[in-house]
């Protein structure tokens, strides 16, 4: 275990078939293109792999056949799909489909059997087959020919091109080159050894069936001349691949020889058991192997190593890992243990009474391997042991444990701490906190921290007693989980993710989940300054330093991806600066001191949609008015797995938002929107490419400056006419309540001096005979004084009347149905007539105007005043109440009635001339011996 792990050899990194995404596990071709994206060709369809994600293309997106052969990028980056016997088609990036050729007669003929290409000096592809051959350049076809012709070499400096014609004679392939289309030379290859031919980079290779590959080079042309090179594998050659630096050579057998294209020197070796039909090496020497039926498999040169992986072995899913000496100790789910001394390996399983013995822990010693698990303990390798808790009367549980000296192991139960005797195995329970204990940490060689349901505590075993750390209230409910322990540094780590800093037994430092950490924590370990947490999703490993009694920090992450077996991390152990991994796959060797890539992920545009409407892809869009909700699929190319996540900035690359998903939906203004994209990885890491994608959209004329800033002008002179024009009205209003209440104040004084003045008149006049009267005929004088009196009550009725006209107040004693109701007791209290009296509510809050009070008040009193006297009647209903802006006044009662036509006096004229004065109407009607109705029609005024 020394140093192999830290020579770089491709390893297998992960394996990609139809559950992860592809169309089908049954793969033809790989390729890299110019945006990173990696291409897969199969049975079943094209994917584009982001690292991520993969993108499915069929017929519904413009290939002609889901049979596609081969995926070919030619030298301006275009990708080009070959599907079995159907014209090559491109890929648009624009519009996201594929497109194929212009078909004719002699293309579609040439199709029939196309299978090969090569690349032209001058930046053409040539198709070609059996049946002729037509190059490819700007899209287009050029130069059809139905002889068969591979392509170009270059010779010497005059740039001179050869064709490369083949031609059966003696059972040998006559390549013949041709100069200005004369015969220059001929190369013969024996037909019976050929695979194929292929010429790249001015170079001819034949691919011999057996075992063999001649590679023809360095054309000159007086005398004419080539330098020949000899590769010679140990199996039977199926295919090749051609990558930027390299040639793929597929064995029958399935393995892989990688050579280096410049120099034709031979890379490395890949052996497998698949039947393999690509191996392809991305821009970053990253291996991608298509196979037959088992889907796509990565390989990567990471310095992460696997000691034991379910390649080698179904005897995985590790549970527990340590190291001691030159032995690495690893166990499983299976009461199996795994052990490697040096380059030996071997393999235990230890006996239980039952079943399930899960190895939850490896502790090894100077003298001997402990193995704890729920079923009890062993020691080095041999049967299970059972341990009685005589406390609690039964079989203990080992869940952790600690080698606290050399003679003394403390181990955690289901019931607290106990001890074992290394030498002798006899145990000891010990005074602890009760329950289970989940994780263990030394201290010192007296002391150990642990975990249980509780919290957090520190043991001390020379006291044989325990004390609580006190840790903030918010730990109270995110309870603790595992802990770390290095220079005085104690490390927790919560159920939620977040990790607390404990020195001298004192919280002084927390880390939240947010900052970049897994929340589902196994375990940590410390070394040199870097705290490693092993999670659910692959190694944290938090590097630290404390300045001025702050805490500063970094986090990067590891995953499958970078070469660990698995994401899910089960235990953690060092040893020589390593640091080895349990996972559920197998065992990780990592270098401590591991360096870590910035990877540069490019954020591509997947597909837009404007409105719904799919859109070609472009940086720059004129959109209408209307055309403001966009939504746009995105990927972010990093095909080791590396990307986190995207983030966005609307015209404001100061303010960035981050985007969970692929997807991004906005809804834009009018105007111009620049809309910017960056990608972050796993490490949050920020790319520095950016995409920038701008968006016009018209803005509607009333929306433009011009207009608003006419419409601002015109408003100001609406409202400023508007305010002139309530000024004036309001002055209208002044003036016209003032003519109002001179009205009102003219009425007052007609009133005062028709009916009040005459009356006085009439008061003078009458006293006067009175006083005559008084000595001489005093019968007579009593009678004018009787009439006096009832004069100046008459006076004093109308003087109030007009006084509560004028004067409405708010108490329930002022309104006009308490007034009605008051005289209407005062007339008819003292007569037979029953009456009934309805009057709206609202006409009392509503009718302000003391004229339109006085009169309807001196127009119902003077009704009831005549059913008082005349009607005879034993019934009597007043009524008032609001209708469309009326008010509609009734007295009515089952009086003797009259003639209206015969009626003398004043009464009934007063009562009309009031309502005339209301602009209202004036109706009465009456029939003898069945009664009499007054009506009234008067428009509402407040």
């Not at 924590?521 to 001025?548: D, E, P, Q, R, V």
């Not at 002179?717 to 309540?737: D, P, S, T």
Request: hydrophobic letters at 35%; proline letters at 2%; aromatic letters at 12%.
């Amino acid at each position: 275990m020394g140093n192999f792990l830290y020579a770089q050899e491709y390893q297998l990194a992960n394996q990609f078939s139809t559950k992860e995404g592809l169309p089908s596990n049954h793969i033809y071709d790989i390729i890299e293109d110019n945006s990173g994206f990696l291409w897969i060709t199969s049975d079943n369809g094209i994917a584009r792999f982001d690292g991520k994600n993969f993108y499915l293309y069929t017929v519904k997106n413009g290939l002609p056949s889901n049979d596609v052969l081969q995926i070919i990028k030619d030298n301006n980056g275009t990708i080009w799909a070959n599907c079995y016997k159907e014209l090559p088609s491109y890929f648009d990036t624009s519009t996201n489909t594929f497109v194929a050729i212009q078909s004719s007669d002699k293309i579609n003929t040439i199709c029939n059997a196309l299978l090969n290409y090569s690349y032209l000096p001058n930046g053409a592809i040539r198709f070609f087959s059996d049946y002729g051959f037509f190059d490819i350049k700007n899209r287009k076809a050029q130069k059809i020919s139905l002889s068969y012709s591979k392509g170009y070499l270059e010779l010497n400096k005059n740039q001179l091109s050869i064709s490369v014609k083949d031609n059966l004679k003696n059972n040998c392939i006559v390549s013949t080159f041709l100069l200005n289309d004369k015969v220059y030379d001929s190369l013969l290859i024996p037909s019976a050894k050929s695979l194929t031919q292929f010429i790249h980079s001015n170079r001819i290779y034949n691919l011999c069936r057996s075992n063999a590959i001649y590679v023809y080079s360095n054309f000159k042309q007086q005398p004419f001349s080539f330098h020949t090179d000899f590769i010679k594998i140990q199996d039977d050659i199926k295919w090749y691949k051609i990558s930027d630096q390299y040639l793929s050579i597929i064995s029958k057998s399935g393995s892989i020889y990688i050579y280096n294209l410049k120099n034709l020197q031979f890379k490395t070796q890949i052996k497998l058991n698949y039947q393999v039909n690509s191996a392809y090496i991305d821009k970053k020497n990253r291996l991608w192997i298509g196979t037959l039926d088992n889907g796509v498999l990565y390989y990567n040169l990471s310095k992460i190593k696997s000691i034991v992986s379910t390649k080698e072995s179904n005897k995985t899913n590790f549970l527990s890992v340590a190291v001691n000496n030159e032995s690495l100790f690893a166990g499983n789910y299976n009461a199996e243990i795994f052990t490697k001394k040096g380059n030996s390996i071997s393999w235990s399983a230890i006996q239980a009474n039952e079943n399930d013995f899960w190895v939850r822990k490896l502790i090894p010693t100077n003298t001997k391997l402990f193995a704890l698990s729920d079923a009890g303990y062993c020691a080095d390798l041999k049967r299970c042991k059972v341990v009685y808790d005589p406390k609690y009367k039964g079989v203990t549980s080992f869940k952790t444990g600690v080698k606290l000296n050399d003679s003394i192991l403390l181990l955690g139960t289901l019931n607290g701490l106990c001890k074992l005797t290394i030498q002798s195995e006899k145990f000891q329970f010990l005074h602890s906190s009760k329950g289970r204990i989940l994780n263990m940490i030394k201290k010192s060689d007296h002391e150990v921290y642990y975990v249980a349901a509780q919290g957090v505590f520190l043991y001390n075993y020379h006291s044989n007693n325990y004390q609580s750390i006190a840790l903030p209230n918010d730990y109270k409910r995110n309870k603790p989980s595992t802990l770390a322990f290095y220079n005085q540094l104690l490390w927790v780590a919560t159920v939620k993710g977040d990790l607390l800093v404990i020195k001298d037994n004192k919280p002084i430092y927390s880390i939240t989940n947010d900052k970049g950490l897994p929340e589902n924590i196994s375990c940590m370990l410390i070394h040199n300054n870097t705290l490693w947490i092993a999670s659910k999703s692959g190694i944290y490993i938090l590097n630290y330093t404390f300045k001025s009694n702050k805490l500063q920090f970094t986090i990067h992450k590891l995953s499958k991806s970078d070469g660990l077996n698995s994401d899910v991390i089960q235990d953690l152990a060092f040893h020589k600066d390593t640091i080895y991994a349990a996972t559920t796959n197998g065992i990780s060797a990592i270098p401590s001191g591991i360096q870590f890539e910035r990877y540069e992920i490019n954020p591509t545009v997947v597909s837009l949609t404007v409105n719904n409407k799919k859109m070609q892809i472009r940086n720059q869009y004129s959109l209408q008015k209307d055309d403001k909700n966009i939504i746009i699929e995105l990927a972010g190319v990093e095909l080791s797995g590396h990307f986190k996540n995207f983030q966005y900035s609307l015209n404001d690359k100061n303010n960035w938002v981050d985007l969970h998903g692929a997807t991004l939906n906005l809804s834009l203004k009018g105007g111009e929107n620049n809309l910017y994209i960056r990608a972050k990885d796993v490490n949050n890491n920020i790319s520095r490419t950016i995409k920038h994608l701008k968006f016009d959209i018209s803005i509607p004329f009333y929306n433009s400056i011009w207009f608003l800033g006419l419409l601002v002008f015109a408003l100001t002179g609406i409202v400023f006419w508007i305010y002139n024009q309530r000024k004036l009205n309001h002055q209208k209003i002044v003036f016209q309540q003032k003519m109002a209440l001179e009205q009102q104040r003219s009425k007052i004084i007609a009133d005062l001096h028709d009916d009040i003045g005459a009356t006085l008149s009439s008061l003078q006049i009458n006293s006067a005979v009175a006083h005559q009267l008084v000595e001489k005929k005093p019968s007579e004088a009593l009678k004018v004084l009787e009439k006096i009196e009832s004069q100046s009550k008459n006076l004093a009725d109308k003087i109030g009347d007009i006084i509560w006209s004028m004067k409405p107040g708010k108490d329930e004693f002022m309104v006009m149905s308490t007034r009605i109701k008051n005289f209407a007791n005062d007339i008819l209290g003292a007569t037979n007539i029953n009456y009934q009296i309805d009057i709206d509510k609202r006409l009392d809050k509503e009718i302000t105007n003391f004229s339109t009070r006085k009169n309807i008040v001196l127009f119902v009193k003077e009704a009831i005043n005549n059913a008082a006297k005349y009607s005879q009647a034993s019934k009597l209903t007043v009524s008032l109440y609001l209708v469309k802006q009326k008010i509609h006044v009734s007295i009515e009662d089952n009086g003797i009635g009259f003639n209206p036509n015969n009626v003398s006096g004043n009464g009934i004229t007063n009562m009309k001339r009031r309502i005339e004065e209301l602009q209202g109407t004036f109706e009465i009607s009456s029939q003898i011996n069945v009664g009499t109705k007054i009506e009234a029609k008067i428009p509402f005024i407040p």
